[in-house]
């Protein structure tokens, strides 16, 4: 039997070996280090995801597959990677002073939070469903231990449970679709499974069908869409909050990355048939998310349905499936991150020891004591809710022009009334910490430099995305080839 | 003979049963060997699929399967365990301090 070892680059792979070393690195640091060693752990872990972004950088404009056909290097992997790169540094900047005061600074925090960005990294990378998988995994596992990072509480306890439980149990749903798309097609390379459904008579067509029916419930799982979106606002608001924002923006977009590039990609010529049922998640994740953000009054849990909301708005540029929907897609997570890191950034600020404040009402007249919180997050919530000047406006014009352009006017209606819906939950927190007089309770912020330099950066991104979108618009045009090996 | 159907049939039907249990049992632990069973039935079908189109990706996966289940149970049955410590229970109904 002949055999033949595949052609190995390592510098195809460099971003992801970068991590994994930085991560093993930080291991031994916390293992053998002093006190002081310790405090290192953050600076290393941002050291280590800045040469990973430069690694990354350097793929941007490759098309090319390498490792028998596993790994694409194109820019729509680098684009991606930039988002889980940004997503991760943004963690570790709200960490640095939350973890500490909530007493979870221990050291394998950082560690898991790089394994989970080498995760998302390989999901975006893989161009085999073996490869998505383990992405997934490696990405699923890691963030199951951060949700139940504060192990004294029981809030976070019930959190990583539920995460767990419904996690694995979504990964036996997108594993089996898998082995039926293999069965049906006899691959489970993208490239093959593309072509072999190119072909006019498909083969085992129940199988198949079957089969991607599974995928959309495993995929689903894990960018929560409605129905299956079940386990979001528990484990959003249990989870510690920088994990979440962690979640929010990181764990979503990878999600997204995998459900891209294997149905677009690799079921592209299925589309007819899969679109209607996207159409329809799509249209339910938009309502339910927005309907049901407006009657919470937890914070955290407001978030967690206003991130399913913008899931059902990814959706529908992935239904219009066209260049221009996948590149407002890229461009819409990249947005994403910014404004829902930055939000959940706010919450940070403004809890205390023990304290969470996690209700709205909490917010009363932060907008005057506060100036600059204040005006971040008016502006996250703009951004969020979709008015210009923002990144969100301009994300969600781009999304909605894809579909009308494909053809789904209805669609498009659905999607601008929702906007429309969330805008009043997202202004209400901009009402309460302006108009609301402060409570009888003082409100204190934290000290807390890494979360402020991260508002900073995020509030910077979100207008500086609204005011010039093409200079990342131009670029993420480029990156809508998705290579399949 | 043994088609490649029976295999097929035999790990639907091992992958309802786990669906089932993980809907209808209540205690954590019991949940989880539901959906350890779902993965093996996955297993038994990429098997039965390599086997059936003479081709090693098929097997390649369920080794990759079985790493990624022995990683999750480490971690599971630490969640499980982190929980069963605070509150002395593992049944999903009792653990609901936020709604479901």
Known sequence: MEFTLPAIKIGAIAPELILVCSAAGLMMLDAFAKERGKTLLPILSIVGLALAMVASLKLWGKSEVTFAGMVAVDSYRVFFNIIFIIGALLTVLLSMNYTPREEIDRGEYYVLVLLATVGMMVMAAGTDLIMIFLGLELLSISVYVLAGFARGQLKSNEAALKYFLLGAFASGFLLYGMALVYGAVGSTNLAMIAETLATPHLPARVLLMVGVGLLVVGFGFKVAIVPFHMWTPDVYEGAPTSITAFMAVGVKAAAFAGFARVFIGALGALHPDWTMVLWVLAVATMTVGNLAAITQSNIKRMLAYSSIAHAGYVLVGMVAGNEVGRASMLFYLLAYTFMQAGAFGVVIMLGQKGEPRLNITDYAGVGHKYPLIGVAMAIFMF?????????????????????????????????????????????????????????????????????????????VATLGLGIFPSWIWEPVQKTVNLLLG | MVSVEHYLIL??????????????????????????????????????????????????????????????????????????????????????????
């Open chain 2, 11 to 100: 790990s639907g039907i091992l992958f309802a049963i786990g669906v089932i249990g993980v809907l209808t049992r209540r205690n954590a632990i019991i949940v989880f060997m539901c959906i350890e069973l779902m993965l093996n039935a996955v297993n038994l079908s990429f098997v039965a699929f390599a086997r059936h189109f003479n081709d090693m990706s098929g097997h390649i996966f369920v080794f990759m399967i079985m790493t990624v289940a022995a990683a999750e149970a480490a971690v599971g049955l630490a969640i499980i365990l982190a929980i069963f410590r605070n509150r002395e229970t593992v049944d999903v109904d009792e653990i609901n301090i936020m709604k479901w």
């Open chain 1, 383 to 459: 951004s969020l809710g979709g008015i210009p000047p923002t990144a969100g406006f301009v994300g969600k014009f781009y999304l909605f022009g894809a579909a009308i352009k494909a053809g789904y006017v209805w669609l498009v209606i659905l999607g601008v009334i929702n906007s429309a819906i969330s805008i009043y939950y997202y202004l209400r927190v901009t009402v309460v910490m302006y108009m609301h007089e402060e409570g009888e309770e003082v409100l204190a912020v934290s000290r807390a430099p890494a979360v402020a330099l991260a508002l900073i950066l995020t509030s």
